[in-house]
């Protein structure tokens, strides 16, 4: 299923992605592991169990790339072009092995490409939000989009 054109998405518009992601201990261990990310929060359970939260937490940008995942059905799917900016990415909560992660899109704004008259930037605000309903991850993303081509151009 295709991912929306430039032309379909409006200023104002929140998309409530269906899809949600449980987090499991081997995507976290794998991710940090795979990404020579050594934090102990991560990885040792006798560390982090000393720490504010008890546990083991997952890793932020593994929960960054999994919010960004989740909407690629609803939103970019063979529409986009590029990413091309991530900004105000915050973690105002851990999530942790087991918690399942839903996001809901804003689209905060839309222009056309000054340079090719195929594409407009969109910026798009996401939150991330665990099976509790607890923001976990917010944070915009500014991409670049195709419009719908039509034949009588």
């Not at 430039?6 to 992601?21: A, N, T, W």
């Not at 490409?113 to 976990?136: A, C, E, L, M, Y």
Request: proline residues 5%.
């Amino acid at each position: 299923m295709p991912g929306k054109y430039f032309e379909e998405l409006e200023v104002g518009d929140i998309i409530e992605h269906s899809l949600g992601r449980t987090i499991t201990e081997m995507d976290n261990v794998l991710f940090s592991t795979l990404t020579m990310n050594p934090q102990p929060l991560h990885l040792n359970e006798d560390f982090a169990a000393k720490t504010q939260f008890g546990r083991r937490i997952v890793n932020g940008i593994f929960t960054l790339g999994l919010a960004v995942g989740i909407t690629v059905p609803d939103l970019t799917a063979g529409t986009l072009v590029a990413n091309l900016d991530y900004k105000s990415v915050k973690h105002p909560a851990p999530m942790f092995h087991g918690d399942t992660l839903y996001v809901e899109t804003e689209v905060v704004s839309k222009r056309e490409s000054r340079s090719k008259p195929d594409r407009g930037i969109v910026v798009f605000h996401h939150t991330g939000r665990n099976q509790h309903g607890t923001v976990v991850i917010e944070f915009e993303r500014t991409a670049l989009m195709l419009k719908r081509v039509t034949n009588s151009e």
